[in-house]
Every structure is written in structure tokens, then in C-alpha cells.
């Protein structure tokens, strides 16, 4: 059972959300604004916190940076802003994830399992570390050995191209990999490569499969005209203790 | 101040000036006559002892010999000897009777002066003279007393040279006139011959009443003598001391008997009128030009007119009352001065007054205009050889360029021609150098032409590149020249202005969108969750579809609102640009295979046709996908299912195009220009899903990245390209 702050000046918008989030068996505490959610987050034993951004007598971004004085626990900010500026600013001053209203609750339901688990269970592992065969970056892991990934703690079914594609990626974490250089790398002659222009494909559905939002993913990034990437990631935006 | 602006001050002060001025001034010619005209002080209140009475015997002496000079001896005109003995003898017979009691008349003076009954007090200046005169006549005596030298000496002199005195005698007529109008008789003679008298004016009627006078007190005078071309000459002036003649002389003695009581009153007297006046003149021109409440210069209509009338207008009046006063002092204009009529006090005082009066008042009112004109500021504007010159000017700036050029060219070669003609016919060498110097200047007007041109050229070249803020400097520039840059000028600066507003409307535009896009996401928001929500409660198939509906439109309007930010950002270039090389078949392959999915949903097929080696373009990957995000989104809402689309990549020459065709499924009823024109969609009915915004933004953002978006529609063939700078 995990206690949920959610805060936002919307009441209609605090009740949703407390909605979805109680069908997913969690507890909710709620806050009106940035100051209340600071009383609150005080007071109770808070394992998340939903915030908005723009909110009256104390936005997101000053709670969170006031939360983070104390407090280790995931804050994800509810943003009606979609700049790329305001993402990078709020994730900067220590939130551990955005979702930009309006959003999916579906996909706000993924992003709140994904932060709880990583906060929970896992511990803050790099791609260099790890045991023989294993690679990981964030929250997610592929076991060459055993040929399974999870993401999140959670386990992924991939197929091998896919599998291939990813070990290749998670291999240099940073390096840009052309479609040609991984259609190289990894069809081997392989049959399930109909041409090189499969290779996008393939990495569409690895996204699918691997990211919250395929549109904006967290760990595989494309790089317009260059490649693809996985993303370095730090040890703090790994979350967990 | 204002005390001074008021008509009751200007009037009040303007005829208290004149009255007080003029008594000043008429004070202070009665203090000259007081001390009898010289100035001279006098302590005996004895008319011949003052300065000006020396003065005058002076004048009298001189006067009679540059009159006696300008008669007898015309330049360059030689003597005859021979005539001179033929001359005095005419002359003795009118001398003779006067001429010989002189010799005893020299010694009668002191006694019959002394005897003077109305000159007594005045007997021992008298005395004085006379014994002046005495000594020099004594001088003289031995000459005179030894008749027989003296012809001996005249010979001498005729044996020296060849130039002699002459003798001229006037005639009876001429006599009496000069006795009525003068009270001094004079006569010339040579020095040591004193009974040859040269010439005379009359011959005193009697030898009572008179002193003699022997001139001594004179530049070019020595001991009693002129001389002149080596001759040395002897003046002898008699005065009637009865004052028989009413001469200048009389009328200064006049004066001077009346006022020398006054004479230091006189100067107390002008001192005050004439300071009281200063002060009140000084207020009038402080208040000329000024009226009560007017902050500026109110000129009368005598002060409009121009002031080269003005200032004739003002000499005019002066030399009417120059005109009068002659007149008056001739005595004509019924005796104005006449020092004859002072007893009663009357017709002369007035006069003189009257006539100071007015010229004080013609000064006054002069200095007052000028004043005022000053006080308006730009004087010359109201000079007639100003408003000549402007019109001229103005004339000339009306001519167009070209005539003036024109002329000045012909004006030019005319004055050439006229220098080379002189250095040809008269071998001159100044004309030379005003050749050269000519044609020197003419050429430095050419080159300032010419600098002006290009000064002016260059200002029209920056201002058709988009240089609004080019201003042309007009320093050097002078007429038309100034005139067209100015004009730039004002055309820079128009354009730059309407360019400014219309940024800012764009941004301000920009702005507006952005906030209430921003401020409908929080609605959208709820509107989208709850009717998530309701879908998940029971319904019935019919609440169910429209909840679809309400799923549906929510969903658009959330997609709508951040397209709408999009467009008008990208539209204004309000957003960050990071362009770099892009390989643009690599994008075009990530960007199909990002849409492979939805295409097969269509059952449509991407054909790509590409260069076997990368191209790269010059532009922003994630713009560039935005591009191709939304050409390959309205590929799939309104492509024909089952029909083919191409991706074409080629290098077309300095550009990397990149062109998506497929085929609609619906007619296109709209123009291709309408199509990137916001909220245009290709199906009039707007049923179908998507905001209308997506090529908008598309093309927005090509141009952002200096590309050119392009679209074409072929039937049912639609084609859109980008065209972006190769790398």
C-alpha cells in the first residue's frame, strides 16, 4: 500500500486523478497548493508526489526544490507546458518525471508504477555495473545470458532482432548508431531484415515495448538524421535509495 | 517687467522722454553758449575773453586769406610784375582815404577803448590785446615808418621772385554787405609793407568802438605772419565792439551775456533731464515689441514694414527736421533761433524745443523699433534685400535639376570661354592662373557631385537590401542632394517603423495564443479524464457511442490547442533553432519506419526512392521530423487505402528536396496555396480527424530553416516537398 500526494489547484483534476489512482490500489493524500503539499509530505509517510507546476502562492518548481531538501521520494510534475525548456527545468531542480496535461491516465497510471518500483525495489545500478552479461541503463536490463529485458522490474517479451537491437544500443550508451550501422551490426545475414529501412520499424516497436510514451521516450532516443541512442543515464535519475 | 508692456507706460514714457530729452538737449547747447560755445570757462563773464572769441578772430584771419588766396592767385598761375604796380595803384585810390589814419589809428586804439563808456569793465582785457597787438606792431613799425624802405623791400620781393601778391578791392555793393553782415573788417597786407593793403572786406565806417587784431594764436601762423610759397603775410581785423552787424558773433555774445549767470545751473539741468530720459528710454525698449499677456514679439505695422523702408522712412524725417533746423537758423523759417527774440522768451526757445522734441521722438520711436524687431528674432527676415534673395531662392529650388544643371554648365563655359579668349588675345598671365584655379574648382564641384551620387546610391542600395536602419548622412549633401536623402531617410525610417509594428503585433499574437492554448490545456484536461472515466462506467451502447464521440472531439481539441501554439511560434520563428547536419535519408528512413505501422493500418505502401549515398542538408533534425511527422500524419488520414506513397530524397543543385506524393481519397477542392493557410483543410466538411494546422506549421518551419515548402496538387495527386540547403 503506497501513500500518494496529489496536488493541483484543480479540484475536478485532484478528484481524477484520485480516481485512477485508487483503481490502482494506491492511497492518496491530496494539496491545493505547493505550501500544502509541503505540510503534508511533512506530515504523512509519502512514498510519491503528483505535482503541478503552475499553482498559486507556491508553484511545482519551488515545492519540489523545498521537498527535496528532506525528502528522497519520486515527484512527478503535471505540466500544462510542453516546452522542452520547462521539461529540462523541472527536471533539474529534482523531479524524477513530467507528464504534460492533458494526459493519459494510462499512461500517468505506467509512469507512477514505474517510479514506485524504482524507488522501491531497485537500487541505483549503472550499464558498467552488473554481473557478466548484463546490461542496464535506468531502469532498464537485458540478461544476455538468460535472453530477457525488464524494464522497470517488470519483464518485456522482445524478439530476437528487437533483443539484438537493444544489446546492441545498451552496449555504448550515448553513441548515436546510424540505421545502416545497425542494420550491419546486427541482420548478420539475417533473414528477418527484409531491407535496411526494417531497421526503423524495428526500433518503433522496441520503443513501443520498452517506453512508457513512445513518442517521448526516456531511455531510446532518436537522433533525426543521425541514428538512434540509448540515453546516458545518471545514477540519480536511476532512482531508488 | 511688465509695467513696461503696458500702453499707459509706452505712452506716458515715450512723451516724457521726448519732452524731458529735449529739454536736456536745448540745456545743453545753452551751457556751450554760457561759456561761449567753447566750453571754455571763463571767471571774468567777458565775452572776448573767452576762447571762442580767439577762435573766432582766428577764423576770420584764416578766411581771409583762403579767400584772398582763392581770388588772387589761381594755381599755376604765374604773377606779371607788371601788372602789380598798375593794381595797388586802383586799389590805393579806394584805400587811400582809410589807409592812411591807419598808422595813427594803431596808436588811437587803447585810448579810445579805454574811453568806451559800455566796455569799460572789458578795458583791461582789451588792454591786454592791444598791447599784444602793440608789440607786433611794433614789429612792423620800422617797415611802416620808414616809407621809403617799404617800396624798397616790395621791389626786393618782386626782384626775388616771380610770383606777387595781387590787390583785390570790393566793390561798393560788396562793401556794404560784408559791414552789414559781419562786425569784423579785415585787410592783408605784406609783411613789413603794412600801408600796401592786398586786399580788404570794407572799410570800417569809423575808427570809434574798434580794436585791432593782429593774428598770432594760429597753426602756420608766426609771429603775426602767414606764410605761403615764401611770402609772408600780414591779416589785421577790426572789431566794432558796438556789435553794429547781428553776425554769429553777435548772436554768441548774445547768448552768452544771457545765460552765463546759468551756467552751472544749465549743466545740472541737462544732467537730470537727460538721465531721467536715459531711464525712461531704456524702459520703452524694454517694453517694446511686448504687450500685457503676449509671451511673444508684437511688432506695430510700422515695424512690419521692411526695414530698409524703415530706416528711410527714419533719415527722411531726420533730414526734415536737419531742413528745418538750417532754415531756422538761417533765419528764413521766421527766425526760429533768432538769438534777438530770446528776451521775450518766446518763438526761438519754442522752436528749438519743438524741433529736439521731435527728433528725440523720431530717435525714440527708431531705437524702439529695432528693439522690437530683435526681440521677434530673425530681424533680416524683414529686409527687403532678404525677401529678394528668398524668392530668388525660392525661384531656383522650384527649377528642375536638370535646367539648373544646365544653365550652370552653359554659365561655366561661357566663363571659360571668356578666360581662354582673354589669355589668346592679350597674353595674360593672371588669366592663366584664373584658369587654372577656375577649372580646379570646377573640377572639386564635379568630384562633390559625384560623392554626393554615390553617397546617395549607396543609401538606395542599403535601403533595397532591407537595411532599415541605414540612415543616409546629409552632412556634406546640400539641395537636391539633401533633399532626396532626407527622403531615403523618411523611407527607412517609415518602413523600419511599420516592420517594428508589425513584429510586434506577430509577437504579441504569438503571446496571446500561447497563454490561453496554455490556460485551456487545465479544462481539456478534466474534459478528457472524466469522460475516460464515464467510458468505464456501465453504460448503454448508445451512451457508449457518443462517449466515443465526446472521447474523440476531447482528444482533438487537446491535439488542436498544441498545434495551435506550434503554428504560430513557428510561423513567427519564436522557437530555438540548432541546425547541423542532417543525413536526410537516414531521417526519411526513421521517419517511415516511425509510420510503418499506421501506413499498413491503411494498407498503404511507402515506397522510398533515394541516392545510394547519404545527402545531408543544413537544418534542425527535430524540426525536420515535425516536417515529415506531419506530411506523413496527413499521408495516413487522407490517403486513398491500398494506393502507394513515395518518399523521393534527391540533391536538386545548392538543395536537398525531399518530396512525399500520394493520393487522395477524397477530391481536393482547395488550392494548393489555400492548403498551407491555417485551419485549411483539404475536405470542405472538417469531419475527419486533425487540426488543419499540420502543413501550416510545416511550411513554417521549412522557411525557419531557410527552406522552401512546396505544394502541388495533380488530380487526385497530391505532392508536398521540402527543399532545404544542402550541407
Known amino acids: ?241 | 517687467m511688465n509695467i513696461f508692456r503696458s500702453m499707459a507706460y509706452k505712452a506716458t514714457a515715450f512723451v516724457l522722454t521726448a519732452v524731458l530729452g529735449s529739454a536736456g538737449l536745448v540745456s545743453g547747447l545753452l551751457i556751450f553758449m554760457a561759456h561761449g560755445v567753447g566750453c571754455y570757462e571763463t571767471d571774468t563773464g567777458n565775452y572776448f575773453d573767452t576762447k571762442h572769441f580767439e577762435n573766432t578772430m582766428n577764423g576770420h584771419a584764416y578766411d581771409a586769406l583762403s579767400n584772398y588766396d582763392m581770388l588772387v592767385r589761381p594755381k599755376g598761375e604765374a604773377y606779371t610784375p607788371s601788372a602789380a604796380p598798375a593794381d595797388p595803384a586802383e586799389a590805393e585810390t579806394g584805400l587811400e582815404g582809410p589807409l592812411e589814419p591807419e598808422s595813427a589809428d594803431s596808436a588811437d586804439i587803447t585810448p579810445e577803448t579805454e574811453s568806451e563808456g559800455p566796455l569799460e569793465p572789458e578795458s583791461a582785457d582789451s588792454a591786454d590785446i592791444t598791447s599784444e597787438t602793440g608789440s607786433e606792431g611794433q614789429a612792423e613799425t620800422p617797415p611802416v615808418s620808414a616809407n621809403g624802405e617799404k617800396t624798397a623791400t616790395a621791389a626786393a620781393r618782386q626782384s626775388q621772385g616771380d610770383e606777387m601778391p595781387n590787390h583785390v578791392t570790393p566793390s561798393a555793393e560788396e562793401q556794404r554787405h560784408a559791414a552789414e553782415t559781419s562786425n569784423f573788417a579785415y585787410e592783408i597786407t605784406l609783411a613789413g609793407a603794412p600801408g600796401d593793403v592786398l586786399a580788404f572786406n570794407y572799410k570800417p565806417r569809423s575808427r570809434e568802438n574798434e580794436t585791432e587784431f593782429k593774428i598770432n594764436n594760429w597753426s602756420g601762423w608766426q609771429d603775426g605772419e602767414y606764410k605761403a610759397d615764401g611770402v609772408a603775410y600780414v591779416v589785421r581785423i577790426w572789431l566794432d565792439e558796438t556789435l553794429p552787424a547781428y553776425d554769429q558773433f553777435a548772436m554768441d555774445k548774445q547768448g552768452f551775456d544771457l545765460f552765463y549767470p546759468w551756467r552751472y545751473r544749465l549743466i545740472l539741468y541737462a544732467a537730470g533731464a537727460l538721465l531721467a530720459a536715459l531711464l525712461l528710454f531704456i524702459g520703452l525698449l524694454v517694453g517694446a515689441g511686448r504687450r500685457p499677456g503676449r509671451e511673444e514679439a508684437v511688432l506695430n505695422p510700422l515695424d512690419r514694414t521692411p526695414l530698409e523702408v524703415y530706416l528711410g522712412l527714419v533719415a527722411l524725417a531726420l533730414f526734415m527736421l536737419a531742413e528745418l533746423w538750417d532754415k531756422g537758423l538761417d533765419g528764413i523759417a521766421g527766425n526760429m533761433f533768432d538769438m534777438r527774440h530770446l528776451n521775450d522768451l518766446g518763438f526761438s526757445a519754442a522752436g528749438a524745443g519743438a524741433l529736439l522734441c521731435a527728433l528725440v521722438m523720431v530717435a525714440t520711436a527708431f531705437c524702439m523699433g529695432l528693439s522690437a524687431r530683435l526681440k521677434e528674432g530673425k530681424w533680416w527676415r524683414r529686409t527687403l534685400v532678404f525677401k529678394v534673395l528668398n524668392l530668388l531662392w525660392r525661384g531656383l529650388r522650384l527649377i528642375p535639376i536638370m535646367w539648373k544643371g544646365v544653365a550652370l554648365l552653359c554659365a561655366l563655359q561661357l566663363a571659360n570661354l571668356l578666360i581662354v579668349a582673354a589669355i589668346t588675345e592679350r597674353h595674360s598671365v593672371p588669366a592663366v592662373f584664373l584658369y587654372l584655379i577656375f577649372n580646379l574648382a570646377l573640377l572639386m564641384a564635379v568630384c562633390y557631385l559625384g560623392m554626393g551620387l554615390a553617397k546617395l546610391k549607396d543609401a538606395g542600395k542599403k535601403l533595397a537590401a532591407g537595411d532599415l536602419a541605414f540612415r543616409t548622412d546629409g552632412k556634406w549633401l546640400k539641395l537636391d542632394f539633401l533633399e532626396h536623402a532626407e527622403n531615403l531617410n523618411a523611407i527607412g525610417q517609415g518602413m523600419a517603423a511599420a516592420v517594428e509594428q508589425r513584429m510586434r503585433g506577430e509577437r504579441m499574437k504569438t503571446e496571446l495564443i500561447t497563454n490561453v492554448s496554455h490556460d485551456l490545456k487545465t479544462p481539456i484536461t478534466s474534459i478528457v479524464n472524466y469522460v475516460d472515466l464515464l467510458g468505464q462506467e456501465e453504460l448503454t451502447d448508445k451512451a457508449r457511442e457518443y462517449v466515443e464521440v465526446l472521447e474523440r472531439q476531447a482528444r482533438r481539441l487537446s491535439k488542436l490547442t498544441s498545434d495551435l501554439v506550434e503554428a504560430s511560434k513557428a510561423s513567427t520563428g519564436n522557437m530555438p533553432l540548432e541546425t547541423h547536419s542532417v543525413g536526410i535519408r537516414e531521417l526519411v528512413e526513421q521517419a517511415l519506419g516511425e509510420y510503418g505501422e499506421r501506413l499498413a493500418e491503411r494498407s498503404l505502401e511507402a515506397v522510398a526512392i533515394m541516392p545510394e549515398d547519404e545527402v545531408y542538408a543544413l537544418a534542425d533534425g527535430r524540426h525536420l521530423w515535425r516536417i515529415m511527422d506531419n506530411l506523413l500524419s496527413n499521408v495516413c488520414k487522407y490517403s486513398m487505402p491500398g494506393t502507394r506513397v513515395y518518399a523521393n530524397v534527391a540533391k536538386d543543385g545548392q538543395f536537398v528536396k525531399i518530396t512525399v506524393s500520394n493520393i487522395s481519397n477524397e477530391r481536393l477542392d482547395v488550392s494548393p496555396d489555400e492548403l498551407t493557410e491555417r485551419f485549411v483543410r483539404g475536405d470542405a466538411a472538417r469531419s475527419a480527424e486533425g487540426s488543419g494546422l499540420g502543413l501550416n506549421i510545416a511550411r513554417s518551419l521549412t522557411e525557419l530553416q531557410k527552406g522552401v515548402f512546396n505544394i502541388t496538387v495533380d488530380g487526385d495527386l497530391f505532392k508536398a516537398s521540402v527543399s532545404l540547403p544542402a550541407a
Open chain 1, 1 to 241: 500500500m503506497y501513500n500518494i500526494l496529489v496536488c493541483d489547484d484543480d479540484r475536478d483534476i485532484v478528484n481524477a486523478l484520485k480516481i485512477y489512482l485508487s483503481a490502482e490500489g494506491y492511497n492518496t493524500f491530496e494539496a491545493y497548493t505547493g505550501r500544502e503539499a509541503l505540510e503534508v509530505a511533512g506530515r504523512e509517510d509519502i512514498h510519491l508526489i503528483l505535482m503541478d507546476v503552475m499553482m498559486p502562492e507556491m508553484d511545482g518548481i519551488a515545492a519540489t526544490l523545498r521537498l527535496r531538501e528532506r525528502h528522497n521520494i519520486p515527484i512527478i510534475l503535471l505540466t500544462a507546458k510542453s516546452e522542452d525548456t520547462d521539461k529540462v527545468l523541472g527536471l533539474n531542480t529534482g523531479a524524477d518525471d513530467y507528464v504534460t496535461k492533458p494526459f493519459n491516465p494510462l499512461e500517468l497510471q505506467a509512469r507512477v508504477r514505474s517510479q514506485l518500483r524504482r524507488y522501491t525495489k531497485l537500487g541505483g545500478m549503472t550499464a558498467s555495473e552488473g554481473s557478466e552479461g548484463r546490461l542496464a541503463v535506468g531502469g532498464v536490463e537485458l540478461d544476455d545470458k538468460a535472453k530477457r529485458v525488464s524494464v522497470d522490474g517488470e519483464e518485456v517479451a522482445l524478439t530476437p532482432t528487437e533483443f539484438a537491437i537493444l544489446r546492441l544500443l545498451l552496449g555504448t550508451p550515448g553513441k548515436v548508431f546510424s540505421t545502416g550501422e545497425i542494420y550491419e551490426r546486427v541482420s548478420g545475414g539475417d533473414s528477418a531484415f527484409a531491407s535496411r529501412s526494417a531497421v526503423a520499424v524495428h526500433i518503433r516497436h522496441l520503443r513501443e515495448k520498452i517506453e512508457i510514451n513512445p513518442s517521448e521516450p526516456r531511455y531510446l532516443k532518436v537522433v533525426w538524421g543521425q541514428g538512434y541512442k540509448i540515453e546516458r543515464l545518471g545514477a540519480a535519475t536511476g532512482g531508488g535509495k
